[in-house]
């Protein structure tokens, strides 16, 4: 009879234990999960905001403005067991500073220039090049740095040191096989 009394005494304390009036913490130990819920949630709001910004900005500035200076080829000697010609040929796009201070103004300066730019990259840049610059497989990227600097001196400095001619890219090229 002992083990009857023992299971009443249990499911006894357990309905004592289980009370629906009785609290399971003090008003203070609400108001201290509140607050850290609180926290909590204005770390994750800072935290997933940083990833919503960047998609708000445009990729590409309003500014932005280029001038076509066209396609420039040059015909290479063929190789001894070739009988076609290997061909040079880029088409150059100028990409103006975006940072300038009124690229709109800078523009018509450039276009008005515009034979004067195609001589000097005809005459003083890829025509005095030898075949085997040309054949580099490395050339576009030197010759877009090169025509960056020799085309930038012909605008001279701003006031504000800032370059005119921003890159320059090749939008079409068809470059010789290197040997």
């Given amino acids: 009879m002992a083990a009857p009394a023992a299971a009443e005494k ?3 304390s357990g309905a004592a234990a289980a009370a629906p009036g009785r609290r399971l913490m003090s008003p203070m130990g609400y108001v201290v999960v509140a607050v850290i819920m609180g926290i909590t949630a204005g770390v994750v709001f800072l935290v997933t905001r940083g990833f919503h910004d960047a998609g708000q900005k445009p990729a590409i500035q309003e500014a932005y ?3 076509e200076l066209g396609q420039f080829t040059r015909e290479l000697s063929p190789d001894p067991s070739n009988l076609v010609r290997d061909q040079f040929s880029v088409k150059i796009v100028l990409l103006l500073n975006p940072n ?3 690229v709109s103004e800078v523009k018509p ?3 008005k220039r515009k034979n004067l730019l195609k001589h000097i990259v005809s005459t003083e840049i890829i025509h005095p090049k030898t075949e085997a610059e ?3 497989p490395g050339i576009l990227e030197a010759l877009g740095n090169e025509l960056r600097h020799r085309l930038n001196a012909e605008f001279g400095a701003s006031k504000d040191g800032q370059e005119v001619i921003h890159k320059v890219i090749f939008p079409e090229s068809r470059l010789p096989t290197h040997r």
């Fill in 10 to 12: 249990t499911e006894a």
């Fill in 65 to 67: 403005e280029e001038t």
């Fill in 100 to 102: 300038y201070k009124n």
């Fill in 109 to 111: 300066l450039v276009d």
């Fill in 134 to 136: 040309l054949r580099n």
